[in-house]
């Protein structure tokens, strides 16, 4: 028992003031995150994983402790990027830089109903098409006959797909590396 004591106190009693100081910086710097945490989406997640991540490279980056740290810092920083595109989603809604309408509501003769009419004031997706050409060719079979617009949907989901796919084969491939 007192071989015990002993260590505990070298290895975790001599540093107790440090560890409790180093607990209460994290309950602060992590507050505001968890303040407005919620369960029901995962774009809270990505916030979280997003704030991990970024405090982490920071902290490598502010230490460098190790050769080679400027690699794992620059994947950290690619990983929040991503997380950022993913959750504005970006690729899913960057066909709207190529495509515009304008919506209006257009009273149906006879009826006391509405209905929901566009005028399309600039199309420009075949550049978005060529612009992502290999993505064009992997639109499934099934969408060959469909609208420009539709196509463009689908494409923006497949890149989406495509960056939750990237982000999280690169933490897969690189988290076991990002400690100091």
Not at 30 to 56: E, G, S
Request: aromatic letters at 18%; glycine letters at 2%.
């Amino acid at each position: 028992m007192k071989i015990f004591k002993k260590w505990w106190w070298y290895s975790t009693g001599f540093h107790l003031h440090k560890i409790i100081w180093e607990g209460i910086k994290n309950l602060w710097k992590w507050f505001p995150l968890v303040w407005n945490d919620r369960d029901y989406d995962h774009a809270f997640i990505f916030d979280v994983l997003k704030f991990k991540i970024k405090n982490t490279a920071d902290y490598i980056e502010k230490h460098k402790r190790y050769e080679d740290w400027e690699y794992d810092v620059e994947k950290m920083r690619l990983c929040i990027r991503l997380i950022d595109k993913i959750q504005n989603d970006d690729y899913q809604s960057e066909y709207q830089n190529y495509y515009e309408t304008d919506l209006f509501t257009k009273k149906i003769e006879d009826k006391e109903l509405y209905e929901l009419k566009s005028n399309v004031l600039r199309d420009d997706l075949v550049n978005y098409f060529n612009k992502y050409s290999n993505d064009f060719r992997k639109l499934p079979e099934s969408y060959k006959d469909h609208s420009e617009v539709s196509k463009a949907l689908i494409m923006g989901g497949m890149r989406q797909a495509k960056a939750n796919k990237l982000l999280f084969t690169i933490i897969e491939k690189n988290i076991h590396h990002w400690w100091d």
